[in-house]
């Protein structure tokens, strides 16, 4: 687990990987696989503690090889963070345009990773040289508006493209802006922080 700065909702390792099994458990029920009856009422019966049913943004992220296979959220959320990660989880797997559903030879190879997000807040800046100066590396979490236009990287997208510039660059693509959008237009942007959760081996 890395924490990151303001979590809106402090979970500890123990609470995170109940997330990331329900995540896993979710997705396993929907391929229609098999679930030791014990482990899932275990599950369900710590999922009632009142920790999982605060509200917030949750991101369900999974990999395979180290490669994206799928990641949804929300940034924001009136529902439980164990609802939200149901949603996120089964969103990830079978609905995100990018990659073709999940089938039950890929889960067993998928890697899950689940994201709590504190409340987005405004970030005000003058020119790109002050959003450039405003950002925090490996700790924010940033979204970009313009119009109907928008988009969102979460803050372990810093691992892959470390550089602010980059950063923006590929976040103005992913909204279907010009790159270098974030040089020449008044964006709106906000930023967050995130707990995240990565699954240990043999978590199921």
């Known amino acids: 687990m890395q924490n990151k700065q ?34 899932y009422d275990s599950l369900k019966a710590a999922l009632t503690d009142s920790c999982f049913q605060q509200t ?3 991101f369900v992220t999974l990999t395979l090889s180290g490669q994206l296979r799928g990641c949804i959220g929300n940034l924001t959320s009136n529902e439980p963070l164990e609802s939200g990660v149901r949603r996120n989880a089964i969103n990830a797997a079978f609905h995100d345009p990018r990659f073709a559903p999940l089938n039950a030879s890929d889960l067993e190879q998928i890697e899950i990773e689940i994201s709590i997000l504190s409340e987005p807040r405004p970030l005000k ?39 602010p510039q980059d950063f923006l660059a590929h976040l103005c693509i992913k909204a279907g802006l010009a790159a270098d959008s974030w040089q020449n ?7 967050y922080q ?7 081996p043999a978590s199921s």
Request: charged share 25%; net charge negative.
């Open 125 to 163: 800046y003058h020119d790109g040289d002050d959003l450039l100066n405003k950002l925090r590396p490996n700790i924010d979490g940033v979204i970009i508006r313009q119009q109907a236009a928008s988009a969102t990287f979460l803050p372990q997208v810093w691992e892959q493209l470390p550089r």
């Open 185 to 191: 237009s008044q964006l709106e942007v906000s930023s």
């Open 56 to 58: 917030g943004g949750v």
């Open 194 to 200: 995130v707990q995240y959760f990565e699954e240990h």
């Open 6 to 39: 303001d979590p809106i909702h402090e979970l500890n390792e123990a609470q995170g990987q109940l997330l990331v099994k329900l995540a896993r458990y979710t997705l396993m029920k929907r391929l229609e696989q098999q679930i030791q009856q014990d482990k």
